[in-house]
T-cell receptor
């Protein structure tokens, strides 16, 4: 059975800190690793990583995938209170159903 | 003009009742999903439909029955509700015709079974 494990499960930091969130995966017929941010309601898409070793960046957020070691990290630099959310990673299968298996999420709290 | 919309957003009901949640997407996507998110924020896939055809059916009690009248709609009907069905149910869609990719989620329907 496919499995995605995130760590830490929760994290409390102060504004300005840098955080690294981890995601390891065991997904058969793996295609991509996706990161989502969930605040109060729906998860919203952050990154999709398909190739190993290529960093994706969006402002203060960046992410990279290691397909040999089967993990990904999400970095957030100069954190702000608005970064407080649950960060979800998901392993996406390369099938016509496109099934995503989610991890448990990391709850990030950024204090002023 | 919400991309993926679900109704109702909140549902409180008694054990044993039957309820439905509706979902519509206006993104022109081929594939729609239902996910269940428990109190610990774990998102688990329940069903997937591709162009009205059932593609994924995880180990879900047969009290849960999805219905897709067309590729823009995927409804979820739940019979004989149980306490353990309390959760947030998310509908999502994905443009699979260009290859598996990101999910676009609705805002969720919080179901509370008393």
């Amino acid at each position: 059975e496919d499995k995605v494990v995130q760590s830490p499960l929760s994290l409390v930091v102060h504004e300005g800190d840098t955080v690294t969130l981890n995601c390891s995966y065991e997904v058969t017929n793996f295609r991509s690793l996706l990161w989502y941010k969930q605040e109060k309601k729906a998860p919203t898409f952050l990154f999709m990583l398909t190739s190993s070793g290529i960093e994706k960046k969006s402002g203060r957020l960046s992410s990279i995938l290691d397909k040999k070691e089967l993990f990904s990290i999400l970095n957030i630099t100069a954190t702000q209170t608005g970064d407080s959310a649950v960060y979800l990673c998901a392993g996406l299968k390369n099938t016509n159903a496109g099934k995503s298996t989610f991890g448990d999420g990391t709850t990030l709290t950024v204090k002023p | 003009d919400t991309a993926v919309s679900q109704t109702p957003k909140y549902l409180v009901t008694q054990m044993g009742n039957d309820k439905s949640i509706k979902c519509e997407q206006n993104l022109g996507h081929d594939t729609m999903y239902w996910y269940k998110q428990d109190s610990k924020k774990f998102l688990k896939i329940m069903f997937s439909y591709n162009n009205k055809e059932l593609i994924i059916n995880e180990t879900v009690p047969n009290r849960f029955s999805p219905k897709s009248p067309d590729k823009a709609h995927l409804n979820l009907h739940i019979n004989s509700l149980e306490l353990g069905d309390s959760a947030v149910y998310f509908c999502a869609s994905s443009p699979l015709s260009v290859g598996p990719g990101e999910l676009f989620f609705g805002e969720g329907s919080r179901l509370t079974v008393l």
